[in-house]
């Protein structure tokens, strides 16, 4: 199987896109979540079967944005590879950090298993997968293509991410470019998109 997406299937379309990132492109970090993103939260899944992909996805993402000459074409890995590499390493990181949690707190185990007992019987729960499911194909479906009309690209991507569920700053903030402000810039332009974007999906309801 391709390490990767459809969208940037082969290495110069990568390679182009961690050039333009070195250089400052402002285009494209947006345009570097949009493509991995979810691509990378796929795979790691499929392997690890975490709830821990999409942080780790995100982390790598953001890593490679705040330091695009981590990557170095010349050593023969794509840009896909890299950041899957990359996510992987974070992603066991943070399981390994959930466990030494987990061991350190074992004093509260009974009653903190009495709570995630019932938090994780009612996410097995068929039905309100089914009914999760069905709400995020109807928006998907039905209201993002109202939505989207005039929008800029990056402002699709942070609705796309907003839609599955995403609520980290970081990451909304690199989908429509604004990863280059300082982390106060970024939660209010942030929470001014997500204003102008809840009015539209108000509206296209």
Do not use: W
């Not at 023969?76 to 899957?84: A, E, I, M, S, V």
């Amino acid at each position: 199987m391709s390490d990767s997406p459809q969208i940037l299937r082969t290495s110069e379309q990568q390679a182009a896109l961690h050039a333009r990132l070195v250089a400052g492109d402002p285009v494209a970090p947006a345009e570097l979540a949009a493509a991995f993103l979810d691509h990378l939260i796929r795979r790691l899944d499929r392997k690890h079967r975490s709830d821990l992909c999409g942080e780790a996805a995100g982390d790598a993402i953001m890593a490679l944005i705040k330091n695009p000459k981590s990557y170095d074409p010349a050593r023969g890995k794509t840009l896909g590879g890299y950041l899957y590499m990359s996510a992987e390493g974070d992603l066991l990181n943070l399981l390994r950090k959930e466990k030494r949690h987990f061991h350190k707190k074992e004093g509260d185990a009974v009653e903190l298993g009495r709570h995630r007992g019932n938090h994780r019987e009612e996410e097995a729960d068929p039905a309100l997968a089914l009914i999760r499911e069905e709400q995020v194909s109807t928006a998907k479906n039905e209201l993002l293509p109202a939505v989207c009309a005039g929008l800029s690209e990056g402002e699709i991507c942070f609705l796309e991410l907003m839609v599955e569920g995403e609520r980290r700053t970081g990451i909304l903030a690199a989908a429509c470019g604004l990863s280059g402000l300082p982390k106060n810039e970024q939660a209010a332009a942030v929470k001014r998109l997500k204003d102008k974007l809840k009015k539209r999906i108000e509206r296209a309801r």
